[in-house]
């Protein structure tokens, strides 16, 4: 910790985001050990029978979407608690992945229209904060081309369907994606249609390599 960052501390003293506890000033977590402990972190890939081809390698979760990370989550995307983001993507980095392998960092997109009534778009703050902590570039190689009802609403069946044909490279970026690896991250993984969809296209595009990363998946 530098000196200013020691100031820092002292000046405006930090909570744990769950219980609010105070930490230590040489806490570099913003989650208390105690809660930190209820954290129920996934050892193992995640299994998505209901996607049918898959077109990604790998998909990692960090945790189990179960409170407090579910409440985390839904504050941060749906009532702007942005404060809450370095602590979210500091959870990426308790995954022993090879972050050096990856060409780059892809987010997740939100059609434009979803993101001007959002103010912003979850999975890019995210991703963009996991680039710098890992010094990969990140890139955004996709835009979502066509508004679609929210996922959480919708059947395993519907959520294929919902993401059919609803992104589209950046043609600017073809020469890059090509021959590429590339992380493709995301806050919430179920079913995997969203990430399967964006990984079609990059692969289509001659990315070498699409693995997947989420925050969270439900068990």
Known sequence: MTIYQSLLSLIFPRRCIECHAWLESAEKEAICPTCFSRLNFLKVEAHLPKIGKK???EAWSV???EPPVL???HQYKYHRQFHLGPALSD???KLDLPWKKYDAIVPV???WWRQVRRGFNPSHLLAHQLAQKTGRPLWHCL???KSTPPQAKLSSEERLKNMKDVFTPRLKMKTQIKKSRLLLVDDVLTTGSTANECARVLMKMGAAQVDVLT???PL
Do not use: S
Request: charged letters at 30%.
């Open 55 to 57: 077109y990604f390698e």
């Open 63 to 65: 945790v189990a979407y």
């Open 71 to 73: 409440d985390w989550i």
């Open 91 to 93: 959870l990426f980095l």
């Open 109 to 111: 997109p939100l059609h």
């Open 143 to 145: 835009k979502k081309k």
């Open 215 to 217: 925050l969270a998946r």
